[in-house]
């Protein structure tokens, strides 16, 4: 979990790459796209996760119970839609990573976002001014998040070795290795 452009999408193909070394199969929910689904993405609100608080929960349900159905060795249940502070009582995972850019200017999170972007991402349309006030209301999210929850944060300020130690952490909490 993580607010956006921390990495949790590109962490999340790590993992699914690694644990398939070790189960037969994995299954990645990506929660932002079951929040737009179910038309539970409210922007611009404040609200961290942009979900409205009084759903959010559902929300969680509903990507467990997806990630069950789907009869999967292991799942992995990836985006900014889901809280630290409610995932351990409704998807109680046996691994949790808070991904965030500590210490990381919304300008600088703007410039590693574009150079690891892949193309289609959401913010490629926008304007770098749109996406610098989005950044800005994120990073204050993420400073509280890691505030509140330090021993589940990943730092990915490094992109690539924030991605690889956070990987590294699900394989050694899972008891496999990394």
Request: charged share 25%; aromatic share 8%; hydrophobic share 40%.
């Amino acid at each position: 979990m993580g607010q956006p452009r921390m990495g949790k999408t590109r962490l999340a193909a790590l993992a699914e790459q690694k644990l398939l070394s070790h189960w037969n199969s994995v299954t990645v929910i990506h929660v932002d796209a079951v929040r737009r689904e179910l038309h539970m993405h409210t922007p611009w609100m404040g609200f961290a996760t942009e979900v409205e608080p009084w759903r959010q929960r559902e929300l969680e349900y509903v990507c467990l119970d997806r990630a069950l159905s789907a009869g999967a060795d292991v799942a992995i249940i990836e985006g900014n839609g889901i809280s630290p502070y409610t995932v351990d009582e409704t998807i109680s995972p046996d691994v949790k990573v808070l991904v965030a850019r500590v210490n990381t200017s919304p300008a600088e999170i703007l410039r590693v976002s574009k150079e690891h972007a892949v193309p289609g991402w959401w913010g490629e349309q926008k304007s770098d001014t749109y996406m610098l006030h989005l950044l800005t209301q994120y990073s204050s999210y993420s400073d509280i998040w890691c505030r509140d929850f330090p021993d589940i944060v990943c730092d990915t300020t490094d992109l690539d070795e924030g991605i690889s130690s956070a990987c590294g952490r699900i394989c050694s909490e899972l008891g496999l290795e990394g």
